[in-house]
C-alpha cells in the first residue's frame, strides 16, 4: 500500500534549566494508507512529543523542532505556514488524545464542538453539520444522539467522553488518525469497547491509525506494526506478531518479560528491567539502555548502535548484540 | 482464630451527595455495600475491580480514615470501628498503606531521611538522633535505596525510587498488616516488576500480610493468594487464586478477565473476547435485582429482582450469581 505519513529524521527538543532535552532524537518511520501503527514506550520516551511534533504542536519557545521531515501525501509539514497547517489539523489528520476530560472544551456543547469543525473545514451549513454530529454520535455507539447534542462534557461519563472525542477526530474524514494513549484513563472493560470500536471504525472508514501507548497488550490485538522507543530513539520496529514472537532488542524483551500474563502459568518471580528510567539530560554515551542491559558489551559505550535489519522482512533492531538474543521462556512456577 | 489478622464484617461505607451549598438532588452513594473477607497473618488478599467500585474506599475504612456507616472490622483482636482517636494511633503503629501516586503522597519539602524517621520519633519507636539515622539507613537498604538517598528530596527521585520511599516509611512502624493501594500502576512497565519483587521480598523477610488493591488482574495474580472481585460496592466473588483465574465463576469475572489485553498477537487472535455492553451503574441509584444484571451477558428474569447472595458455590469458593 501507498505511504501516507512518512517521518524523516525527526529530531525534537527543549531547553531546560538542566540542558537541553533531545526529547526526540533523529526518528524515521512511515505509515501506509489504511494501516494501523503503534509507537510504544515508557514515560519520557518521545512517543507523544513525536505525535505533537507532527501535528505542529510542541510549545514553543521551549520546544522546538530542530530537523528532519515530515512528508504526509508527499508534503513537508515542516514547511507549510500556519494558516495550511491548521488545514490539516482535524482536517486531513485527526488527533484522540488521553485524557479526553482535559481535551474537551467544558463549556462549549458536544453538539457545538463536533459542528465547529464540520463548518470551518468542510463548509458546512449549521443545519448539514448538526444533521451530520448527530450521525457521527452515532456511529460511535452513543444512543439517543440527537439528545446528546445539547449536552456538555461533564454529563458524560470517561467512556462515552473517549467516543466522543473520536467522533470528533473522525468527523472531517481525514486519512490519519493519531491516537495518543487513547485508553489509558479508562477501565478495562471501557477499554476493549474503544479499542472495538476504533479497529471497526478504521477498517470500515480505512482511515490509518498512529497509536501512542506504554501497554504493549493493547497494541498486540491492534497494531500491524510496532516501533518500540527509549530515550527519543527507536529501538526495534517489525510487525506486530515478529517482534511479540521475537523481539530482538534487549529493551523490547524486557518489557515482554517484566509484565506477567494472564495467559501463562503463574511464574515465581517477575523479571524487571533493572535500574531507573533515562534521564534525558543525562544521557550516557553510546547506547542509552546500556546501563540497564543484561547483554552489554564494551562497544556499546563507544558507539550508538543503528538500526538494522535482522530476522524478518522489515524488523530492524539498533542492538549490537542483536543476533545474540533469543527470546527466553520463562520456567513455570 | 489466632491466624485470623484482619476480619471485615458486614462494612457498609455511605457517602451523601448533593444538598448543600451548590444544591443538586440529594443522595446517597453506596460506595462499600456490605462487604465481608478476613485476611489471614502472611497472606496476601487482592482487592480487584474497575474505578468507582468500591475498592479503595474498602481499605480506607480499614485503616479507619473513614469511618464506615455500620459494619465491623476487627483486627488483632481488636474492634476498630469503637475505638477513639488515641486508640487508633496505636493500632495504625500496626497497620500502614503504601499509596498509588508516589509523586503526591510524599511531602515535597523534607528530605527522604526525614520522611522515613519522622514516624520513628512520632511514635517513639527509637530514640535519639543518632539512632534513628542509623535504622533509616538500614529501611532504606531494605528497599532497595543507597544510604546517600537519605539526603535527598523526593523530586530528585525517578518515581519507582520514590515507590521505595513510599515503602520504607511504612516498613519504618514494624507493621503487621500493610495496605497496598494501586501501588504499581503509576509507574513505568519496567519499574513494576521491580517493586512487585520487592514487596514479595519483604513479605518473606518480614512475615507481612497484605491487601493488595488494584484494578490490573494480572499482577493481582501474581502477588495475590486469593482474590476479592467488587462491583459497584459488592465483593462478587472470592476465591484462591487458582480457582479465580482458572475458573471463575461469576459472568463479570469473566468478562474482566477477557478484557484484559495480552502482550502476544498469536495468543490474542486465538481467545474469545466478552466485551460488555454499556457502563457501570451510577452508585447513586444502584439497579434493582443483581447490579450486574443490565450488563451481564447471561442475566435471566430473575436477576432483575433477586439480589444474589455472597454463597460458597465450591469449597472456599464464593460467588455472589444466582447462576453459578
Not at chain 2, 473477607?37 to 485503616?63: A, D, H, M, N, Q
Not at chain 2, 465483593?235 to 469475572?253: N, Q
Not at chain 2, 443490565?294 to 454463597?311: G, T
Amino acid at each position: 500500500m501507498a505511504t501516507l505519513l512518512e517521518v524523516v529524521d525527526l529530531q525534537t527538543q527543549f531547553l531546560t534549566r538542566g540542558g537541553v532535552v533531545r526529547a526526540v532524537d533523529g526518528v524515521s518511520w512511515d505509515v501506509a494508507e489504511g494501516e494501523t501503527v503503534a509507537l510504544v514506550g515508557e514515560s519520557g520516551c518521545g512517543k507523544s512529543v513525536t505525535a505533537l511534533s507532527i501535528m505542529q504542536l510542541v510549545a514553543a519557545p521551549a520546544g522546538r523542532i530542530v530537523g528532519g521531515r515530515i512528508l504526509f501525501k508527499g508534503r513537508d509539514l515542516l514547511t507549510l505556514d500556519d494558516e495550511a497547517m491548521r488545514r490539516v489539523r482535524g482536517r486531513e489528520i485527526g488527533m484522540i488524545f488521553q485524557e479526553p476530560m482535559t481535551s474537551l472544551n467544558p463549556v462549549l456543547t458536544i453538539g457545538r464542538q463536533l459542528t465547529e469543525g464540520l463548518e470551518i473545514h468542510l463548509g458546512m451549513t449549521p443545519t448539514a453539520a448538526r444533521a451530520r454530529a448527530t450521525e457521527l454520535l452515532a456511529m460511535v455507539g452513543i444512543p439517543d444522539p440527537a439528545r446528546r447534542l445539547p449536552q456538555y462534557p461533564h454529563q458524560f461519563s470517561g467512556g462515552m467522553r473517549q467516543r466522543m472525542m473520536i467522533a470528533m477526530a473522525l468527523s472531517c474524514q481525514p486519512s490519519l488518525v493519531l491516537a495518543d494513549e487513547p485508553t489509558t484513563a479508562l477501565d478495562v472493560t471501557i477499554q476493549a469497547q474503544i479499542l472495538e470500536l476504533m479497529r471497526d471504525l478504521s477498517r470500515r472508514l480505512g482511515v490509518a491509525m498512529l497509536i501512542i501507548t506504554h501497554n504493549l497488550g493493547v497494541v498486540a490485538r491492534y497494531a500491524d506494526r510496532v516501533n518500540v522507543m527509549y530515550a527519543g530513539k527507536i529501538i526495534e520496529r517489525g510487525t506486530a506478531r515478529e517482534l511479540y514472537a521475537n523481539p530482538r532488542h534487549p529493551y523490547t524483551l524486557g518489557l515482554l518479560r517484566s509484565v506477567p500474563r494472564l495467559d501463562e502459568p503463574r511464574r515465581a518471580r517477575l523479571d524487571p528491567i533493572e535500574g531507573q528510567p533515562p534521564d534525558l539530560t543525562r544521557l550516557p554515551s553510546g547506547c542509552a539502555f546500556r546501563v540497564r542491559c543484561a547483554f552489554r558489551v564494551e562497544r556499546c559505550a563507544t558507539e550508538v548502535p543503528p538500526l538494522r535489519p535482522i530476522g524478518a522482512p522489515g524488523h530492524v533492531s539498533a542492538c549490537w548484540e542483536a543476533e545474540r538474543l533469543t527470546r527466553v521462556k520463562e520456567p513455570v512456577a | 482464630m489466632s491466624d485470623v489478622l484482619l476480619e471485615v464484617r458486614n462494612l457498609v461505607k455511605h457517602f451523601a451527595v448533593g444538598g448543600g451549598l451548590f444544591g443538586g438532588r440529594p443522595g446517597l452513594v453506596r460506595a462499600v455495600d456490605d462487604v465481608s473477607f478476613t485476611l489471614r497473618r502472611g497472606e496476601t488478599l487482592g482487592l480487584v475491580g474497575e474505578s468507582g467500585c468500591g475498592k479503595t474506599t474498602t481499605g480506607r475504612c480499614v485503616l479507619q480514615l473513614e469511618r464506615p456507616t455500620s459494619g465491623h472490622v476487627v483486627f488483632e483482636g481488636r474492634e476498630l470501628t469503637e475505638l477513639d482517636p488515641a486508640g487508633l494511633r496505636d493500632v495504625r503503629r500496626r497497620m500502614q498503606v503504601i499509596f498509588q501516586d508516589p509523586y503526591s503522597s510524599l511531602n515535597p519539602r523534607m528530605t527522604v531521611g526525614e520522611i522515613v524517621g519522622e514516624p520513628l520519633a512520632v511514635h517513639g519507636l527509637v530514640k535519639g538522633a543518632g539512632a534513628r539515622r542509623d535504622r533509616v539507613r538500614d529501611l532504606l537498604r531494605h528497599v532497595g535505596l543507597l544510604p546517600q538517598h537519605a539526603g535527598r528530596y523526593p523530586h530528585q527521585l525517578s518515581g519507582g525510587q520514590r515507590q521505595r520511599v513510599g515503602i520504607a516509611r511504612a516498613l519504618a512502624m514494624e507493621p503487621a498488616l500493610i495496605i497496598c493501594d494501586e501501588p504499581v500502576s503509576a509507574l513505568d512497565v519496567s519499574i513494576q516488576a521491580q517493586i512487585i519483587n520487592l514487596l514479595e521480598d519483604l513479605q518473606s523477610e518480614f512475615g507481612l500480610t497484605y491487601l493488595f488493591i488494584a484494578h490490573d488482574l494480572a499482577v493481582v495474580r501474581h502477588i495475590s493468594d486469593r482474590i476479592a472481585v467488587m462491583y459497584l460496592g459488592k465483593i462478587v466473588e472470592l476465591a484462591d487464586r487458582k480457582a479465580l483465574y482458572d475458573d471463575p465463576l461469576h459472568p463479570y469475572t469473566r468478562a474482566l478477565l477477557s478484557a484484559v489485553p495480552i502482550p502476544d498477537p498469536e495468543a490474542e487472535a486465538r481467545r474469545e473476547h466478552i466485551v460488555l455492553r454499556g457502563e457501570v451503574p451510577s452508585p447513586l441509584d444502584p439497579p434493582p435485582g443483581c447490579v450486574f444484571h443490565p450488563r451481564c451477558p447471561i442475566a435471566v428474569d430473575r436477576c432483575r429482582h433477586v439480589v444474589p447472595d455472597l454463597r460458597e458455590v465450591k469449597p472456599g469458593h464464593w460467588a455472589a450469581c444466582l447462576l453459578a
